[in-house]
């Protein structure tokens, strides 16, 4: 009984656990939607990532996960000398397939603004990164 407590406490402390971190080269790859339109940019190549997404009979938080298998992509991305990536379909069972892009020094560098301000003199906000 003491085993099975000590377990469930050790897998309820790992969910809150960030697994993966993010490579230096990657946090100038941009995340672009999935809807955007990338014609403008040569496409590189495809990357494929996977991370856990149950610990045993835990389920992790599928925004975390989600979280991680972007910053896998981002970290790939400069392998392929990409500075674009964007998600070709949603995440199953903890894996994502990625397309990665070069759209050059022009392209904006970095997280795309979450909401766009109304008019001038009104804040951007953007996510927030551990």
Known sequence: MRQLLLCAVVVASLGGCTFVK??????????????EALTACEKRGEVSVSVKDSLGPYERNDLRVRDELETLARNEAPSLQADTVQPK?????????FLAYRCGAGATVGRAPVAKPADEGTAETYPIEE
Not at 24 to 34: D, N, P
């Open 22 to 35: 993010m490579a230096e080269g990657a946090k100038q790859v941009r995340v672009a939607a999935a809807t």
């Open 89 to 97: 379909g949603e995440p199953s069972d903890g894996e994502q397939r």
